[in-house]
């Protein structure tokens, strides 16, 4: 997934340097960390070295333009997905503290990598006009107190200077949480709760937290195609190993 780039330690390191340091790491409280990380926790980050060219689905082999088994069988909705590390050690708690009990700095060296791993990883490409996050419901927004995802998208538009449309698509409805589903019932749960409730930019990136089965992703951007958009990336933090 990175081959030819900077490693993602480094481009983290790169990023820090030029924020605040000192204070402990996040992950094993050594004090010599910088914006939340120390160097030996930062190379701990499980990096996806080689993935499939469309889902970024964690692969054991690299070549060019692989595809995994699932999107040889049916393309999906989005043309490729830019994602840095596995949903693994230390990069699973990180998220789950954040996401789950409001603990905003135990992402941010997360967020910090993650905008300098997209921007290497568009090089030259267009970029997308818009980044939207994947959307939650008002109740589980209230009850969490905030969207990841938008978290997420805010951070990296900045970094990036492209806009955030957070309201171009809405959840119809409350589901089951997705962690607690196979494939399967993913697809079901999610069946038809997306809702696009404003024009749609032509290229835009779809922003998430992680990638688990691929479902929210494609029927989001499933809805998105149908409301105009032409090209749909998908970027998140981390991806399941399969």
């Given at each position: ?16 340097n030029s924020t605040k340091r000192g204070g402990r790491c996040v992950t094993c409280l050594s004090p010599h960390a910088s914006f939340g990380l120390c160097q030996g926790c ?201």
């Open positions: 997934m990175i081959n030819g780039l900077k490693s993602l330690s480094t481009l983290i390191s790169q990023k820090v930062r190379d701990d980050l499980p990096a996806i070295r080689w993935a499939c060219h469309t889902c970024a689905l964690p692969l054991p082999f690299a070549s060019p333009g692989l595809q995994c088994g699932e999107c040889q069988v049916a393309k999906p909705p989005f043309s490729r997905a830019l994602i840095p590390w596995r949903y693994q050690f230390p990069v699973d708690g990180m998220i789950g503290r954040y996401k789950y009990n409001g603990h905003r700095k135990f992402v941010r060296p997360l967020l910090a990598g993650f905008s300098e791993f997209v921007e290497q990883q568009l090089a030259a490409d267009q970029r997308p006009d818009a980044l939207i996050p994947a959307p939650m419901h008002w109740s589980r927004r209230w009850q969490r107190g905030f969207n990841q995802a938008l978290d997420i998208a805010e951070f990296v538009g900045s970094q990036l200077d492209i806009p955030v449309a957070g309201d171009v698509v809405r959840r119809r409805r409350r589901v089951t949480a997705q962690r607690k589903l196979n494939r399967a019932e993913r697809l079901v749960n999610l069946a038809g709760v997306f809702e696009v409730c404003g024009p749609v930019p032509a290229r835009v990136a779809i922003v998430d937290d992680v990638v688990t089965t691929g479902a929210t992703a494609k029927l989001l951007a499933d809805a998105l195609r149908d409301a105009g958009a032409r090209d749909i990336q998908v970027w998140a933090l981390a991806r399941t190993p399969g």
